[in-house]
């Protein structure tokens, strides 16, 4: 499993602008991923798919806020750096900005 760990990075959507927290952890050997965002209240999460490439993680996820919807996750890690985007139904894709690790 690659990118355990707590990241930190920049956010900009119509309903949410600053900064977000992703945890991605090991699940009882599944990867798991916790949201973060400061005064918003992130439903729960449950992974659908998740395929590693290298220092690639492309996930697919769900969440109770759009029931049976995918929420698309794609990430690159370097070291504590991070890039991606999310592709979120009836927000569009959200790129995730100066992305770091911080735990």
Avoid at 11 to 16: K, N
Avoid at 40 to 47: E, G, L, N, Y
């Amino acid at each position: 499993m690659i990118g355990i760990g707590t990241w930190e990075c920049k956010v900009d959507t119509m309903f949410f602008k600053g900064t977000a927290q992703v945890k991605i952890f090991d699940n009882n050997g599944e990867y798991g991923f916790d949201v973060i965002i400061p005064d918003f209240d992130v439903p729960d999460i449950t992974v659908i798919s998740v395929e590693e490439d290298g220092n690639d993680i492309d996930a697919v996820v769900q969440t109770s806020l759009l029931p049976g919807k995918d929420i698309n996750l794609s990430v690159s890690i370097d070291g504590d750096d991070i890039t991606g985007f999310l592709k979120i139904p009836f927000v569009g894709k959200v790129k995730l900005k100066d992305g770091h690790r911080i735990a």
